[in-house]
């Protein structure tokens, strides 16, 4: 028969390896538990970084849009298209300007007319749309063979060109109704500058709308007290003098009782229009 010391022995054994059989699952939980916690940080670290890795590489919507922004030194212009039914005879169609223009850069027009050159300096950096416009335009030949229409002389001292449609012998009552199949905003408002429109600013005409610049403009040849609602386009840098001597041949008044002046009776032509490539 098994002796009483030896029970005791036996049952103390028995407590004990489960003792140590309890510890050691405890301790395997515990590991268990630890490579589990370990496995979930590793996993948010990794999408995270996946995130940031996407964001990185433009994989986002902002992105997308980001890429789609202009480029620097660009401007984002609209030319707004007139609608085919309501664009009348004197509109000269040909297509729309990119609506991405640099606003980089010096530009020179040379308006080459029957009395001379005249030209001018554009400024990119204060009109990229308008100035866009313009090279646009002339790269189109739109300014060829036309007429400057308009002379006021007394007030506002000004001679306007630019109507497509003003071309041949003779003068009509459509002349200055002509422009380009588009219209756009108006930039470089000289409101703090007094006078608005000195003598040898080159600028935008336009109706008494907003967003309603063409291809017509006008050369100032003498302080205008013109509102400062028409775009400053340029600076008039060589022909001058041929300004002033078909202001001073004077005008036919055929739009007295209209928008004042009337057609110069010394006529200008202009043969050719060009805008050179933005320097600097």
Not at 2 to 27: G, N, V
Not at 62 to 70: Q, R
Request: charged share 25%; glycine share 10%.
């Amino acid at each position: 028969m098994t002796s009483t010391r030896e029970r005791q022995r036996a049952a103390a054994r028995a407590r004990l390896e489960k003792e140590m059989a309890e510890r050691a699952a405890t301790a395997r939980k515990r590991r268990q538990t630890r490579a589990i916690i370990s496995a979930a940080a590793a996993l948010v670290l990794v999408v995270a970084g996946t995130v940031w890795l996407a964001v990185s590489l433009g994989g986002g919507d902002d992105d997308k849009k980001d890429s789609a922004a202009p480029a620097a030194g660009a401007a984002e212009c609209a030319f707004n298209a007139l609608p085919t039914d309501k664009r009348p005879p004197q509109i000269k169609d040909v297509g729309l300007p990119s609506n991405q223009q640099s606003g980089t850069g010096v530009q020179t027009m040379t308006i080459d007319t029957n009395l001379g050159p005249i030209t001018a300096k554009v400024d990119r950096s204060q009109v990229p749309c308008t100035a866009g416009s313009f090279t646009y335009l002339a790269e189109k030949n739109f300014f060829d063979n036309t007429k400057c229409h308009r002379l006021v002389s007394e007030g506002i001292k000004v001679l306007q060109c630019g109507d497509p449609s003003a071309t041949g012998n003779g003068w009509r009552d459509t002349d200055g109704q002509g422009g380009p199949s588009y219209r756009m905003a108006e930039e470089n408002l000289p409101t703090d500058k007094r006078p608005p429109y000195p003598e040898g600013v080159i600028a935008m005409a336009k109706s008494s709308d907003p967003g309603s610049t063409g291809s017509q403009f006008f050369i100032v040849y003498g302080d205008s007290p013109l509102d400062p609602a028409y775009t400053v386009l340029g600076t008039i840098t060589g022909g001058m003098d041929i300004v002033k001597d078909v202001a001073k041949a004077g005008d036919d008044g055929a739009f007295a009782q209209q928008a004042g002046g009337g057609h110069p009776k010394k006529e200008v032509i202009i043969k050719d229009l060009t805008m050179s490539a933005p320097q600097g």
